[in-house]
């Protein structure tokens, strides 16, 4: 179980790490810069399927912990 537990946690982390920026224009916020943060952008492609597997890897690692 520890195995799997370390598996899937250095998983996570070199997915989250791939991840585009989508909080890189909250910084043009803090400068007043004009920002598109809260416009509706749909994910496509390899973006949607690296968050839908970010997504599952992290509910998998809260599963093992609790299971641990």
């Given at each position: 179980m520890q195995i799997l537990l370390i598996l899937?946690?250095?998983?996570l982390i070199a997915i989250?790490?791939?991840q585009s920026g989508?909080?890189?224009s909250?910084?043009?916020i803090m400068s007043g810069g004009n920002s598109d943060l809260f416009s509706n952008r749909?994910?496509?492609g390899g973006e949607l399927f690296?968050?839908?597997l970010?997504?599952?890897l992290g509910v998998a690692f809260f599963v093992i912990c609790i299971m641990m």
């Amino acid at each position: 179980m520890q195995i799997l537990l370390i598996l899937i946690s250095v998983l996570l982390i070199a997915i989250v790490l791939l991840q585009s920026g989508k909080a890189e224009s909250a910084t043009n916020i803090m400068s007043g810069g004009n920002s598109d943060l809260f416009s509706n952008r749909k994910e496509r492609g390899g973006e949607l399927f690296i968050t839908r597997l970010t997504f599952c890897l992290g509910v998998a690692f809260f599963v093992i912990c609790i299971m641990m």
